[in-house]
C-alpha cells in the first residue's frame, strides 16, 4: 500500500490508514486534551515504561521556548522513566519536528511516534 502525501512528509512515517491501539489511542486523546486546554499549537502525550503518562503543550516564553513532545519527554524524564513505550503528538503541521523527535530518541530508539491532526485523525507513525 503506497504511503499517502501526509505520512509522506512525517520522516520515517507509515501511512495514516494504521489503526491504533487502545493504549496508543489514549496518548492521542490527551495530547488532545492538553492542547485544547491550553490553546496551544500543539499538544503531546508519551507512556512509559511502567505505563504511566504524561500530556504536555508547547511552552513559548521569552527565556525558554519547548515543543510540546519536548515537555512531555522531560516531565517523564524528571519522574524516573528511563525508557519510552510510545509518544503522540497533535497539531496543525504536517510534519513531526526535529527536537520533538530527538527528545523521544533519547528514551527510545524504537517507540512509535504517532502524529496526528487536531481533530485526532491519524496522519503517520514515525518508527525511526
Known amino acids: 500500500m503506497p504511503e499517502s502525501p ?5 520522516p520515517g512515517g507509515q501511512s495514516g490508514a494504521v489503526e491504533l491501539g487502545a493504549e496508543d489511542a489514549k496518548l492521542v486523546t490527551l495530547a488532545r486534551s ?3 486546554r491550553t490553546g496551544g499549537l500543539e499538544g503531546a502525550a508519551v507512556r512509559d515504561q511502567d505505563g504511566r503518562t504524561y500530556a504536555a503543550t508547547n511552552v513559548s516564553l ?4 519547548l515543543t510540546a513532545l519536548q515537555l512531555a519527554v522531560a516531565s517523564a524524564a524528571s ?6 513505550e510510545a509518544a503522540a503528538v497533535v ?3 504536517s510534519t513531526l519536528d526535529g527536537s520533538g523527535h530527538a527528545a523521544v530518541r533519547d528514551l527510545a530508539a524504537d517507540a512509535p511516534i504517532h502524529v ?3 481533530d ?4 503517520g507513525t514515525v518508527v525511526e
Open 91 to 93: 497539531t496543525e503541521a
Open 34 to 36: 492538553a492542547r485544547a
Open 62 to 65: 521569552p527565556s525558554l521556548t
Open 79 to 84: 519522574a524516573g522513566a528511563s525508557r519510552l
Open 120 to 123: 485526532g485523525t491519524l496522519l
Open 6 to 10: 501526509t505520512a509522506a512528509a512525517i
Open 116 to 118: 496526528a491532526a487536531p
